[in-house]
Each structure stands twice: as structure tokens, then as C-alpha cells.
């Protein structure tokens, strides 16, 4: 893997010149790691001058915190074992307080001599997005008057592309999420609470061998259901309930995103059946549509256009049923799409209430236009590109990406298909599905 890194560095490397820099700041962790290899917490590091590492004038340094509760001995070797193969200077940040960003951004300038040649950084690019005002704010006092500009989430787009390493760990992720889902499928459901499934679902995970940092982001019953991302509660699965689990499985450092919809012990309502086949077709739609080129404002429509059809489902439901002959589609009712990066998805127009509350009325499902409809995936379980209506860009090869629609009716409960694939030409057999578990409407 240590060629990869040098060759995402290099690609770092080209990108900060085409922004008018000399030198980029790294402090995401993610980026730290997909850059280095290095996972310790609090890492940073300091990618300076063009070419490859140890040409003259090319140096990569990397600063870890001194955290003596941890233990040097520990740290050390977490870090001589993410480096082996690479040339890269590590260096520890000591101190009162210990943060390893400032101390490069001091050493930006003479980086490079030690190994040939002096490094110009008159302009160092920083991660804006992930400082916080009184970090950047110790950037630009250590940098030493020295131009600061932004990298503009520079890594976050070179990580969208997958090698096919990093595809392998996404998609054994996958494989562990489904086995995870279908032992629980095996077990008797009725009369356990959401927190007892949700807790079964993370041991089994783990015995399948995912990482430590693998949760279940939500398992919601009866009206719970088709919420996203609720935290599983007390409440009791009861016959004839929707049942919601989404699952966030890693593996080797990579995420993996997969949600299921089953019906428990009992032969599915009308409008359960009617808006099941309705967030299935949406997101038959939003697969069929994941192909290179592909703009991602596209794969939200085509998600969309099918979804705008549930409204008076769910109009009907929130009445107790589905009688003959579709209603008019009450005034600000509007279509439920998946939650957005921050968890909070509001109504149309970016106010109101918040989804899972009522939209008008008591029953009338919260508009979730806002959100996105999927996400990539890989060392976050949500990363660059979104698939939104007002992202811009297209979809390339070997990108994982999740499409996730769902609709949620307040008081009844809803339905929330989510899976993983990775974009590959029409030629190749298009998208590659990743989680196989079954979409059907399972009665459990």
C-alpha cells in the first residue's frame, strides 16, 4: 500500500500547484490516513514542493502529538508500521498542548532543505473546513506571515476514486453488513426492544471481523420505522410493525452503508405494501441511473421523480388506510428523501420542521427535499460526492456510492432501502452491488 500513498501525495501534490500553492497543510484525519497510512489520532501532516517524495525539494512530514497515557512505545510502532516503505520525516508535537498543525505550519518553509533543496511556502493551503477559528488562527501566527489559502477539500475529491484495494475493504464491509443482517432475519424479533436488536446486530459484526468503529446507526419499529438515523429505543417490535436497520459496517478502515425495510408477523396493509413497491421503484431508479458521467443532480431526480408518486400513499395511511380512488395531495406535502450530511433534515426551503414531524398536519410525512438521496463511501461512512440537487459534478469509475430513499409518515412509520455500489461502465456490467441483501418485503 505504500506506493499508493506516494502516488495520492503526488496527486496532492499537482492539485496544490494548480491552486497557486506550495505547500498543503493536512489535518482531517481521514486525510491524514489516506495519505499516510497513518491512523494515529491527532495526526498531521505537511506535504511540500513538487514531485515525488525525496527528489529535491519534495518532502512529506508528519507530526504526531505526544500523549503519554497512550505510551511512546505504542504510538511508535502504530506509526513505523503505517509508514514502512515510505519517506517520510516524523516529528512529535510536545508541549502544554500538543497539536501537531501549528508546529508544521512553523516548519513549512524549511522543509525542504534536508533533503536538497529549500521549499518555498509564501502560499500554505489548509483544510478551512476542518479548523476551528483558534487553529487557523495559531496557523497563521506560526506560519509567520506567510499567505494561507484553502485546499478547497482537494483529498476529500482525489479519495471519491477507489483503487482497487480500497474497493476490496468497502466490499468486504459489505459482506460482513449482510451477514450481520441475516442472522438476525433467524431470530425471533417480536417482543424485543430496538436497543436489544441494535446491540445484537454490533456483537455479530464484530464476530464477522469488522472494525471496532462499525455501529448500527438506527433500528426503528412501528412508527420508528423509515425515520433516518433514529437511535433505538425501549420500545417493544410488535406484530405488524415496519422494521428499519441500517447498518454502518468498516473494514480495514473503510465504511460500508446498507439499510432494509422488513415487515414483522403479519400479512402487509395496503398502503405498507403500496409504499414499500414505491421506495423500492425509487431506488431501483437511483441504481439503474449510477453510471460514469452521470451528473449527481440526475441520480437525485430520477430517485425523486419516482418518489413524488407516495404522497397520496401516505396521505391515505395517515387516514387510517388506502380507500378507493387517490385523494388530492394535501397543500405542502411534499417527497421524503434521505437525511443530509448533518443528520437534520428541515423541510423545503431549509426551514420548519425538522423530518419525522408533521408537515400541515399530524400523519402527513416531513419533506425531506433538502437531503441528499445517497453519499460516497469509504474511509467516512459519508464523503464526497453527495447526490443532491444542487451538487454539482458527475460520477466517475470505481466511485462506492449509496443510494438511499426513504419516506416516513409520522405515527405510522415508513420504509428506508439503502445500499452500496460502485459506478462501472455499461460495458463492464454497470453498477456493482455490494450489499445483496435481499429487497424484497420480507414478512419476518
Known amino acids: 500500500m505504500s506506493e499508493a500513498h506516494v502516488e495520492r501525495r503526488l496527486r496532492l501534490r499537482e492539485r496544490c500547484a494548480a491552486l497557486g500553492g506550495s505547500a498543503a497543510l493536512i489535518s482531517h484525519p481521514a486525510n491524514v490516513r ?28 508528519l507530526a504526531v502529538p505526544d500523549r503519554p497515557w497512550v505510551g511512546d512505545e505504542v504510538r511508535d510502532e502504530d506509526v513505523r508500521r503505517a509508514l514502512r516503505g515510505q519517506e517520510i520525516e516524523v516529528i512529535t508535537a510536545r508541549g502544554a498542548d500538543p497539536d501537531p498543525v501549528p508546529l508544521l505550519a512553523g516548519r513549512a518553509a524549511t522543509a525542504g532543505r534536508r533533503v536538497g533543496g529549500p521549499v518555498s511556502a509564501e502560499r500554505l493551503l489548509v483544510e478551512e473546513h476542518h479548523l476551528t477559528v483558534e487553529r487557523h488562527r495559531a496557523v497563521g501566527e506560526a506560519a509567520a506571515g506567510r499567505a ?23 466490499t468486504e464491509a ?25 446491540m445484537e446486530l454490533e456483537r455479530r459484526m464484530a464476530d464477522h471481523g469488522a472494525d471496532a468503529d462499525s455501529r448500527v446507526v438506527s433500528v426503528g419499529s412501528g412508527p420508528n420505522s423509515g425515520l433516518p438515523g433514529h437511535r433505538a429505543d425501549q420500545r417493544r417490535v410488535e406484530e405488524g410493525d415496519f ?19 422488513f ?20 431506488q431501483r431508479a437511483g441504481r439503474e441511473a449510477l453510471l460514469p458521467g452521470a451528473g449527481y443532480g440526475d441520480v437525485d431526480a430520477a430517485v425523486r421523480r419516482v418518489l413524488r408518486e407516495t404522497a ?3 396521505a391515505h395511511a395517515a387516514a387510517g388506510g388506502v380507500p378507493g380512488g387517490p385523494p388530492e395531495e394535501p397543500a405542502g406535502l411534499g417527497v421524503a428523501g434521505a437525511v443530509d450530511v448533518t443528520g437534520v433534515a428541515r423541510a423545503a426551503g431549509g426551514s420548519g420542521p425538522v423530518a419525522g414531524e408533521p408537515v400541515g398536519r399530524p400523519g402527513v410525512p416531513a419533506d425531506r427535499t433538502a437531503g441528499p438521496v445517497g453519499h460516497g463511501v469509504g474511509l467516512e461512512n459519508v464523503e464526497h460526492p453527495l447526490i443532491a440537487p444542487e451538487a454539482v459534478g458527475r460520477l466517475g469509475p470505481c466511485m462506492p456510492v449509496t443510494v438511499e430513499p426513504g419516506v416516513h409518515i409520522p405515527g405510522r412509520g415508513g420504509v428506508r432501502i439503502q445500499d452500496t455500489l460502485v459506478v462501472r461502465p455499461a460495458e463492464d456490467g454497470g453498477p456493482e452491488l455490494l450489499t445483496i441483501t435481499t429487497k424484497e418485503l420480507l414478512v419476518l
Open 263 to 282: 415487515l414483522v408477523g403479519a400479512v402487509p396493509e395496503d398502503w405498507q405494501s403500496r409504499l414499500y413497491e414505491l421506495v423500492f421503484a425509487a
Open 174 to 198: 459489505a459482506r460482513i453488513a449482510d451477514r450481520a443482517l441475516a442472522e438476525l432475519l433467524e431470530s425471533i424479533l417480536v417482543g424485543r426492544t430496538e436497543r436489544h436488536l441494535a
Open 34 to 61: 489516506y495519505l499516510t497510512g497513518c491512523a494515529v489520532p491527532g495526526a498531521a501532516v505537511l506535504v511540500a514542493g513538487a514531485g515525488r517524495d525525496g527528489t529535491p525539494g519534495a518532502v512529506t512530514l
Open 312 to 314: 397520496p400513499v401516505a
Open 148 to 170: 494561507l489559502g484553502s485546499l478547497d477539500r482537494a483529498v476529500e475529491r482525489l479519495r471519491a476514486t477507489k483503487d482497487a484495494e480500497e474497493i476490496a475493504a468497502v
Open 243 to 261: 422494521l428499519t436497520v441500517e447498518l454502518d459496517a468498516v473494514h480495514s478502515g473503510y465504511h460500508c452503508a446498507i439499510a432494509r425495510t
